[in-house]
């Protein structure tokens, strides 16, 4: 019988700090894939995300819940 309980859940913010302490960079900078590969041999983590800079972006409790005024296309 499994007797583990479960990892607790980090917030946005916990996670933000790990990204940044590792020093992952955005896939639009200049240089990314270089700093980018050598971080994801050791962390598990493989970019920071252009949506991290989002405002409300750290404090979403569920990271796949996207606020469709910033990704809605307008059509005219």
């Known amino acids: 019988m ?3 309980k479960p ?3 980090k917030s946005g913010e ?3 700090r790990e990204i940044e302490a590792l020093g992952l ?3 639009t900078e200049l240089g990314s894939d270089a700093i980018n ?3 994801s041999r050791t962390s598990g983590w493989r970019k920071r995300s252009i949506l991290w800079d989002l405002p409300y972006w750290k404090t979403n409790l569920i ?3 996207l606020d469709v005024m910033h990704i809605e296309k307008k059509c005219i």
């Open 2 to 4: 499994v007797s583990d």
């Open 25 to 27: 960079m955005k896939v």
């Open 7 to 9: 990892p607790t859940n």
């Open 37 to 39: 590969n050598e971080v």
């Open 14 to 16: 916990d996670i933000l």
């Open 63 to 65: 990271m796949h819940n």
